[in-house]
């Protein structure tokens, strides 16, 4: 990786906030490792579910790597579900660890992704381990 660090590894581009970001090998490396890390604190192995319940954002993608990293399987539930069919995702996949964020953004409107977290974990069955909150950015 060495002579590759500093290329684009991963572009992201939001356009609900007309951002766009440029991570390298390097830092796409230090980004997945981090969230791996996070994930291993909150005792997911190789072989427990993940389920990633986050908007568009490059965090999305690290998570999805850093599963990968440990050996953990993903599952990824759109940002726009609601509380019930989120609870049903819950129920079918019996994550250890939910990776959520607070709150997503749908055309230009804030949408509350925690309440709806909260009451999904409520109405399910089956109670995940902890929930890793990522920041939006």
Sequence with gaps: MPERADQAALIFVSTET??????????????VQSMAASLKDLGVQKGDRVLIYVPMIAKAAFALLACTRIGAIHSVVFGGFASGPLASRIEDAEPKVVISADAGSRGGKPVAYKPLLDEAIRLSAYKPAAVLPVDRQ
Excluded: D, I, K
Excluded at 18 to 31: D, Q, W
């Design 18 to 31: 007309n951002e766009e970001r440029v991570y390298s090998f390097r830092e796409l490396h230090a980004e």
